[in-house]
């Protein structure tokens, strides 16, 4: 790919996630082709355990506090998977049959059964679940995120929490993981004024939890770091250079085929990007589809 300056208006693209934020560190095409060009992505069922494991855990806590138990949790599972079949009926095609959905209920509710042992939810009282922030940082970049949780202790220290169903990082790759967390404690320090007293990430597969105490100066080199990646991400599209970068995450990448390093050959780059609040024609369908709580 060349890396000429073309005279075309500058796409505004304007927000970071965690996670975009994530794709262009792992991969500047991977972002592309995620953030830019919307490529679609086929659900894959771990991913899909991911989403309904998070939605039971939210709903767990609309239960009065002595009724949250491993019991009840697994039996939000099924009408959580009914919801997200209504909403994207394109999951159901991960399944061929009623056994493997039995079975695949059943790896979530082993999910769910190690998330009872890191913590007992009787005892808490969670401030926020899913909760979007943003904040806009001085020179216009927006951040924005969905946390799975936050805690208020009765003395006013925060605690940030996120659900992973995977298995915890080596200890090589737990600076990658507390990135997120980081993100997350940058928008509520700078919407606040408050450094959250603790991260805490909790790994539901191997029944690992993650946990550090941010102070300002972390949240200072964050802000730094998302902003000389931001400077990054405006300098690609400029340039309309988006590089690929392989390494084992390709395995699990959908775009394989339009990868140059696959032997693929990337499509023309968009005339025109998508601002950040402007969702897919298939994510309006869904939203539209669900059924009200
Ligand atoms: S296959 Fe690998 S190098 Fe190619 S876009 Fe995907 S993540 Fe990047």
Redo the contacts with the bound molecule.
Sequence with gaps: MGAETVDLPLPVLGSLSPSRAGDFM??P??FR?RTIDRLPQAPSSAATRGTVVHSVLERLFDLPAAERTLEAAAGLLRPEWDRLVAAEPEVAGLFEDAESLATWLDSARELLAGYFTLEDPTRLEPAERERLVEVVLPGGLRLRGIVDRLDVAPTGEVRICDYKTGASPREMFEGKALFQMKFYALVHWRTTGVVPRLLQLMYLGDREVLRYSPDEADLVATERKLLALWTAIERAIQLRDFP????R??DW?D??AL?P??GGTPPPFPERVPGPDEPLPHQRAAVEALPAR
Excluded: V
Excluded at 244 to 247: E, K, M, V
């Design positions: 792992t991969c095409l991977l082709y690929p970068r392989p390494s995450l390709c990448c775009h394989q990868c390093s696959f």
